[in-house]
Structures are given as C-alpha cells and as structure tokens.
C-alpha cells in the first residue's frame, strides 16, 4: 500500500512506518525490565525467532549493525581477519565497527552475487600461519549491494563445510534472510545450520520500526548477551518495540509482494532504457540499476522525482538502487516509470 501522504518511496525497504496493528501491539504490550530478563514480549520474540530459525536461543538488539558487530566482537580476537565479500555491509557501511570494536581486519572475495566458494576459502588458508588467523567467515544473505542476490543454499553448505574443516567461525547476516526464503522456498532454519551465529533485522521489508536479533546456541547468546551490555545495547521495558517486530516476523512471507513488485519495475526499466537492468537478476526487492544506460542528467532526474513526490537515492557512479516494500505498490512503480519516461 502507498504512503498516505502520496509520497513514492524507493530509497529502502528500511522506509515502512509501523502498521496500524503493531501500532496497537506497541501501545498495549505486556513490559518488564529487559535486562532482569522480565519482559515477556521480548522473550516471546526472541523464543519465536530462534525457533524460525532453528537455533536454541536468541537475543534482541536494536539495529542489524549491532547484530553483526556483537557476533565479530564473540567470534574474534584483535589482530585476525574475516573472510567475507568485499562488498559485505559489515565491511563496507558498518563504518569500521570491526576495525574498532574487535580490531580484526577483512580478508576479501569478490565472487558474482557475494558468493564464496570452497576454493575461495582454500585460496584463503593456504598461507595459514605466515599471514593473520583468519577466524571468521561471514555470509550475507540476501546480499544488499549485488542488488538483493539471494546466496544458493548449496554453495552456503559447501563452503561452510570447507570453513569449518579449517577451524573457522561462521556468522550469517540475514539482515533480508526472510527475502532469501521468499524467493526460494528454502526454509531458514536450512540456511541457518550454515552458521554458527545469524542475525536478522524486523525493521526492513518485514516492516517493524526498530530492531534485529541475533540467534545461536545458548551458551553463545548468553555471552552476545553479556557483550551487548558493554555497548549499552541493554534495554529496558523493550516488549514495546518487540511488539511490533513479533507481527513482523509473523507475517514474514509477505515479502513475496515486494519481489514480484521489484520485478515489475524491473522489467518496464529494461523496456524503457535496454541494458540498464537485467530482471533475471533481481531475485528479491532490490533493483540494481546501471545508470549510464538511463542515459539522463542526474539534476533533471532528480528535479523530476522531486517535482512528483518520489523520492530515490542518487547514483553512486553507474550504480542506482531501487528498493521495493510493504509501503510502495504498483501505482507508484507507474508513476516512476512515467516520471522517467
Ligand atoms: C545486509 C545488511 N546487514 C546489516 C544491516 C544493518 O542494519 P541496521 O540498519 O539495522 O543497522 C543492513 C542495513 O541496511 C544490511 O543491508
């Protein structure tokens, strides 16, 4: 459904604004001291979201950024490395948390789609012990910047089995993991017994305002737990925002709407400007767009989108991403697609 204010918003699927009935469940949650452990609604939520994905515990924390990091900070010690993509969002936009909270630096591959095959893992410890430990692998999926590419199970278990055979940790962003189960049908849990950690945000497509949760065996979720207090990540009467992202989760294979949608835009993009997308590409809800081939001035374009109350992220170079969710629908891929038109 379209924003009440009839603004067209593809900047993120990190836009929604709650629904009127997480609004509800925020205002009449049931609360207690989080950090007592006394909150029954975040306990539900964090029971119900371990289950989802298979793991025997879970822990709230308010952002995907601090999911990732707390589960660098367990996994890691100063001066190791983490095999990962090299466009991973814990690399590329968590602003040097690694860096800095872990001390830990990134050893990188740059396969199609932030795949990471079980030769890249070889390549990676063949000089084991002249180069820093590498003690970490981390997975991202769906994968943001590729343009949402959802990570085949298959490669995931393969590599993860060649990680493990050399000693490493495995956590899994899942920040859209819900994205990668809607688009496959492969069940989470499938995904999850790939890592050792994974943590998934409520607050993108699924449409909850605030938080993500970080799931793993329970010894590992009580010592996140206790590291996420040192970041000042403990909550207090947190049930009112867990309210919301227990509809969130609920209603998670919702997302399938935004991928037909993304492949809606997808297709009248190609149509309208040939080369500029390829739709067999866009798996989920985000659309990649090579901009050069829109063959427009940036200023006209945004003069444009801002004259029609649609609002869109500037190029970065060649790149333009478009993000479909809950709150853009049909009519405003039209109005996008006639505004560029
Ligand atoms: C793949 C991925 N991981 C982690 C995050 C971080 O989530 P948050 O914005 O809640 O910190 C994002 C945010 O867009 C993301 O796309």
Redesign the pocket.
């Given at each position: 459904m379209a924003f009440a204010d009839g603004v067209a918003d593809f900047r993120?699927d990190?836009v929604t604004r709650p629904t009127a009935e997480m609004l509800a469940a925020m205002a009449s949650a049931e609360v207690g001291d989080d950090v007592y452990g006394d909150d029954p609604t975040v306990n539900a939520l964090e029971e119900e979201s371990a289950e989802v994905v298979g793991k025997q515990a879970g822990v709230f924390v308010p952002?995907?950024?601090?999911g990732?990091q707390l589960s660098i900070m367990y996994h890691t010690s100063p001066g190791e490395e983490i095999l990962a993509d090299q466009g991973t969002?814990?690399r590329s936009?968590e602003r040097g948390g690694p860096q800095a909270l872990s001390g830990v630096a990134f050893r990188t591959t740059s396969g199609e789609g932030g795949r990471i095959t079980p030769e890249d893992v070889e390549e990676a410890m063949e000089w084991a012990g002249f180069f820093p430990r590498i003690s970490l692998m981390i997975w991202?999926n769906t994968h943001?910047l590729s343009g949402g590419r959802v990570i085949p199970l298959d490669l995931m278990t393969e590599t993860s089995s060649a990680a493990r055979r050399h000693g490493l940790s495995i956590h899994i962003?899942g920040?859209?993991i819900f994205n990668a189960v809607a688009a496959t049908g492969v069940p989470a849990h499938r995904y999850a017994e790939t890592g050792d950690t994974i943590q998934f945000?409520f607050?993108?497509g699924l449409g909850a305002p605030i938080g993500?949760v970080v799931c793993s065996d329970r010894e590992t979720i009580d010592e996140i737990r206790y590291l996420r207090k040192r970041l000042g990540g403990g909550m207090r009467q947190v049930g009112v925002i867990a309210a919301a992202a227990r509809i969130a989760l609920r209603d998670r294979q919702r997302l399938v709407e935004d991928h037909v949608l993304a492949g809606k835009l997808a297709t009248r993009m190609a149509e309208l400007f040939p080369g500029s997308v390829e739709p067999a590409d866009v798996e989920t809800n985000i659309v990649n767009v090579a901009f050069e081939k829109v063959g427009l001035a940036w200023d006209e374009v945004a003069g444009r989108m801002r004259d029609d109350r649609i609002l869109v992220n500037a190029p970065f170079g060649n790149w333009w991403r478009l993000v479909t969710h809950r709150d853009v629908d049909d009519s405003d891929v039209d109005r996008l697609i006639e505004a560029l038109r």
């Open positions: 993120s990190t952002t995907g950024t601090m990732n969002h814990s936009v991202e943001n962003d920040a859209r945000c607050s993108k993500s």
